[in-house]
């Protein structure tokens, strides 16, 4: 169907979150599947785009549902059809291309600045006048891309935005809010502990970051919004 994306979420509470008034404004109906209870489809040709979303599993694992990702990932190019993956999709996207997915040296949890490239500034981020868009972060895992892949946007130690035929990765969160930054915080408690990171850190003072962020998922999602809307118009 010409007007459904498929989101799929690697575990119940990594959600489509913004995303998901800015993409049924455009008045697409979205199926949502949890990957680790529903089966994920083997073709994508039914969906007008793809969103894969994070997790805190790893792609390295090889989990059955994650290579049914993988899989699906390749069914959506061929076809040209547009995927965004976040995090943990942007990392399966990685690794069905041909890229190497591994534990980076140091995690990236919390609020930093993300450098956008002139191919970021023609591409996703179109619209983003800045050189530095402070973003929310969450993940351990790192990728190196092919040669075909077109890095839009790094951070100091990682590359965090990509793009690879009708496929984009992004590392980093632009979909959360300040709900579901509390959430993560509850369930992922054990992991802030370790890193000594304080919630606070996360949360206090923020709400402008938050605001930011949501203008910048906007942009992010319009540019995206677009390539879902020209392939629609060239077939």
């Not at 800045?130 to 972060?137: D, L, R, S, Y």
């Not at 919630?199 to 938050?210: A, G, P």
Request: aromatic share 8%; with cysteine.
């Amino acid at each position: 169907m010409d007007n459904k994306i498929l989101s799929i979420q690697n575990i119940s509470f990594e959600t489509l979150g913004t995303l998901e008034e800015l993409i049924r404004s455009d008045d697409y109906q979205v199926e949502n599947i949890e990957a680790q209870k529903e089966a994920v489809p083997n073709n994508a040709e039914q969906y007008a785009a793809i969103i894969i979303l994070g997790g805190p599993m790893a792609v390295y694992d090889n989990v059955g549902y994650l290579q049914r990702e993988q899989e699906l990932i390749r069914s959506a190019l061929k076809q040209e059809i547009p995927v965004l993956g976040i995090c943990l999709g942007s990392q399966l996207i990685a690794q069905a291309i041909g890229g190497n997915v591994y534990k980076g040296g140091k995690k990236e949890i919390g609020w930093s600045n993300v450098m956008l490239n002139q191919a970021g500034y023609n591409d996703l981020f179109k619209g983003i006048n800045t050189k530095n868009i402070t973003v929310f972060q969450w993940h351990g895992d790192t990728y190196d891309l092919p040669s075909k892949a077109t890095i839009m946007a790094s951070s100091k130690l990682y590359p965090q935005a990509f793009r690879f035929g009708s496929a984009i990765g992004i590392q980093f969160h632009i979909e959360v809010n300040g709900e579901m930054i509390q959430r993560w915080a509850e369930e992922y408690s054990q992991e802030l502990k370790r890193e000594r990171i304080e919630l606070t850190e996360l949360l206090n003072h923020k709400d402008n970051e938050i605001k930011q962020l949501f203008e910048g998922c906007k942009i992010v999602y319009s540019n995206f919004s677009n390539m879902i809307k020209n392939r629609s118009m060239s077939l």
